[in-house]
DNA sequence: ATCTAAGCGAGACGGTACGTCTTGTCTTAGG
DNA sequence: CCTAAGACAAGACGTACCGTCTCGCTTAGAT
């Protein structure tokens, strides 16, 4: 992901990469631990048997370091199964894969709210994860229409809200279990109300 | 909201309700200004003009304070249009008139993310505003069922997760701006969605 | 010695003299045990069981911390025994009580050190013991000049250096034992020096 | 003054001497500018355009280097004046040649606080300077007392302490400016003090 | 007309985590 | 084997908040 803070200068002694394991390790055990609230810069570096310098000189917050180390994006291929339905299906499974995870589950919230405060790091959320999920959708959408299943021009974001928006919500706010059918049936209330859109 | 942590007795000098004024304009002014979690609890008791100690004997934590001087339900009446499209798009209305507010687009990913570590304040909200809400999906659906514009069983969680998380993710994760057709857009999707699938 | 750096107020809760206490008690051990070099505000914190900020309410630094809980002046009354030599050989002797315990010998040189780089503590420093000191040799050298024992007008300044930094040489410099007879050995120098200037 | 912690090899490239100059010049000037306390190793490196592991390698520690950059001892040949009270005067005006000077000013306290807590360092500074400058005391005083001057048995660290402390207390602990005659009244005071206890 | 319980603003309390700094060691590439 | 650069583990720094408590005082209903 890239979010070192500053990238490690060619000259002196490298970095250690067995620390950038060590911390990794260390934030995921914790997190599911003690939860990103209760998640301490000082905890990852001791767990991590790592000085703080260390945490510091990679991550500037918490924040990043969750980040870095948890967040995944939805792939960078957008799914072809040769019909708009299969694709949002098959998107919506992919999103519930990267949100369902325990480690996810209890950092997403709190990264949110931490984006929420941080410009910076919010940009670099919104360029790593949601323009990039953006464009899946919108080469989805694309195709659709080139095929002739949709007429209309669809909102993108309209899309993208609502398809990661029932995710997040099923998982996050409602706290309801994931079902293996869930990304299934999320797609495909989305395909089904844009072709309703569009007819 | 009454999310006070020991209701006042009865005995002795009674609460003082300008205090609850002075730190509800607090916590307004204080979310807007630095954001949900640089929002402390000295500062509002500091802004409110008001000891540290009468804002504990009312609120056991940020979550609580915030959750009961911002957060606002979707209104007890379930919409009823005759339709089931009508009554998707009026619940869609409300809710994003209520997450739209600058207060809420401070408050919300924040006290999310407090929420999921505090199993008590968690139980509250669920109670006092996502049951609440779904009893009000579940009413439209029952009626809409009773019209006969629905056939199958529909499962009201996945129709609350669309709405909602739609607008959540919108406003709070994508951080678009609230259009006025916004809920009304959403509403349609969903109502289309569900039409499709029963269909 | 009221080294406070800002005075408590009169409203609020009062401060707590155990804390004081709890502190004096854990500079003194402290101060013997590890020495002024390793002392660390943080251990005294610890030691005394006490937080920080209640350290830090009343000391900003180490070196305040130590001077306020270990430096004694060497009384008001400037001694009058009839002779300059008497007078010399008291002070003397109320020097080498000050400076001979294991408190002083371990708290002095860091302590004289911290002073040299921090203008504000040396002008209290100067104030509270260096200018009393001196004011105590004036009196007893103004008295000696009235018996008629000297002639000249004396360099007060020269008399305390000598006095005190034989001590101090003596002590903390060259790490000599304190023998019963060493501040009466220097009070009697110093007298015997100024006798013979003045004949 | 031969501090070097590890005598350099003779095999492998040599060291740099110009790293050596580059290191005093550095310890002076930051000592000047940012007092002993403040010095720091980096700042040190920093200043000095050297490596730390270069500086590491010639000093085990900040009082190392300051102690064997600044401090020089009082001369090899004690002082042959014919007279006692020459040979004092003459040490007294060597000595405070030595702690005068803006880098002693600055080093000198803060060295002794580290001596304090180091002993194999204290041993170095106690053989190094000293025994010495006791030595030529002793020296001093044999001549005296050969040649008549004083009767009795001198304690030689008494003599030392009073020449040494009152020079120090004068410059370091009183903060007086140095004048020109200091050297010689000091070495006055105490030939004076001795000619008193001996007859 | 007290008495007494609970309220009030203010601020000290013991703690904990923050992000920075310094220490002394180690690891690189290159002279 | 030296050099400059800089990463490393450790841990103290001084600050900011936490949630609790203690102070002197006010405001009521109950006696």
């Known amino acids: 992901m890239s979010m070192e803070i500053s990238e490690p200068s060619t000259r002196g002694r490298p970095r250690d990469r067995r620390a950038d394991v060590a911390i990794a390790g260390a934030v995921r055990s914790l997190l599911v631990e003690v939860g990103y609230t209760n998640l301490t810069m000082e905890a990852i570096a001791a767990r991590a ?20 180390n948890i967040v995944h994006d939805s792939g960078v291929q957008a799914p072809d199964t040769g019909s708009l339905r299969g694709d949002l299906i098959e998107l919506g499974q992919r999103i519930v894969n990267d949100l369902a995870s ?26 790593a994860l949601t323009a990039r999920e953006r464009a899946l959708i919108a080469e989805i ?13 669809i909102d993108v974001d309209l899309v993208h809200a609502s398809l990661l928006g029932a995710v997040f919500t099923w998982l996050l ?9 869930l990304g299934e049936r999320i797609g495909e209330l989305v395909a089904d109300g844009l072709r309703g859109a569009a007819s």
Chains 1, 2, 3, 4 share one sequence.
Do not use: M, N
């Not at 706010?173 to 059918?181: A, F, N, V």
């Open 173 to 181: 706010i409602l706290r309801l279990p994931p079902t293996d059918s």
């Open 141 to 153: 959408l694309r195709r659709a229409r080139d095929r002739g299943e949709l007429r209309d021009v």
């Open 49 to 68: 048997g790592v000085g703080k310098a260390t945490l510091y000189r990679r991550y500037a917050s918490k924040a990043e370091v969750v980040f870095a």
């Open 102 to 127: 325990p480690a996810a589950v209890a950092a997403v919230p709190g990264l949110l709210a931490d984006l929420t405060g941080d410009a910076p790091l919010w940009d670099r959320f919104q360029t």
